[in-house]
Structures are given as C-alpha cells and as structure tokens.
C-alpha cells in the first residue's frame, strides 16, 4: 500500500490516543508539536505517558477501552500490543469519518505517521508506507544536519511579508530572490 503525502490541520481535531506506553508516549509527544486537543484511554499507564498527559493537562481515562469511545473524536491513535483491539477499532470506525493510525499495523491504518523534522513553520516528513520505520528515521536524521539554523526566523520574516504584499508576480519574484539569497548564504 501506498499512502499519500499530505498535511493535515489538526485544528479543531479532537483525537483519542489508545495506549499508554512507551510506543504510544512516542505517538503523544508527536502528537502535541501539532495538538492539544487529545484524550488518552488506557488500562496501564508508563509514568513517562502520565507525565506528559499531566504536563500538557489532557483528558485521561485509566481504563480498558470500551467499543463506542471513538463516538466524538476525528482521530484515533490505536497504540496497543492488542491486534484484536487494532481490529475492532478500526471496523467499528468505518463508515463514521474517523480516521484511524493503528501502530505497526498498517493493514488497520487509514493514515500512517511519517518521520519528521519540524522546526517553527517547518515541517518535512519521511515515510516508506510502512516497509520500514527505521529506514524512515534514519533519513530524517541525515537531512536533519542540512536544513540551516535559524530556518525558523527567516520563515517567520516571510510569513510576515506575505502578508502585507500584495499576490502576484512581483510576490512571486521577491521571494523567489530572497530564498535565494538565503540559501546563497547558508549553503556556501
């Protein structure tokens, strides 16, 4: 299978995170670069997932999940060793306009998580659709050292730009110049 690339807004999402250990506090600390906006529902919880749902003041539930808790929520993060539950998720949230990431089971997935760096307005995702996670950070980490420091300063001049110019070609024009003046300067 392969999945589309694309960026999704996660403003005014609300998303169930199922799990919490070590692989979904990885989900949760990815999660929050982009969201809030979450509720974990969990029978164990790592003291690592706990400080983190205290730390950003999410919604816990410490219990098994019950069918009929997707009802509400956009997003379900399924984060279990249970490929049961994987299953029973992502059934029952057909047909409801949930979107559903069932960790190392793409076969439940209707979207995966790439690798990424992000860095202020930022963001660059790696994925291999799921033949290989590890490969996919490993990219991530050697095209991580190339992206210059302060990337995000020079993005937020931009955006600032952006919006007090009007559209068109001399827009275009300017900020195709000053790109690339900026990668002039910090790739010599």
């Not at 291999?128 to 001049?157: H, N, W």
Request: charged share 30%; with cysteine; aromatic share 12%.
């Amino acid at each position: 299978m392969v999945y589309f690339p694309m960026f999704y807004t996660l403003d005014n999402k609300k998303i169930l995170l199922v799990g919490g250990g070590s692989i979904a506090t990885e989900k949760l600390e990815k999660l929050l670069e982009f969201s809030k906006e979450i509720t974990v529902i969990t029978k164990e919880l790592s003291a690592e997932c706990n400080t983190i749902i205290k730390e950003h003041c999410l919604t816990l539930y410490q219990r098994p999940y019950v069918s009929g808790d997707i009802e509400g929520f956009d997003i379900v993060i399924v984060a279990t060793d249970t490929t049961n539950l994987h299953e029973s998720i992502f059934l029952e949230s057909r047909g409801k306009n949930i979107l559903v990431n069932s960790v190392d089971n793409t076969k439940y997935c209707d979207f995966i998580f790439p690798s990424f760096i992000k860095r202020g307005d930022l963001t660059v995702a790696f994925s291999t659709s799921g033949a290989s996670p590890a490969f996919a950070k490993y990219i991530r980490r050697y095209f991580e050292r190339m992206i210059p420091q302060g990337v995000e300063e020079f993005l937020e001049k931009l955006k600032s730009l952006r919006k007090t110019e009007p559209k068109g070609k001399e827009r275009m024009k300017r900020f195709d110049s000053l790109v690339k003046e900026y990668f002039k300067k910090e790739f010599k």
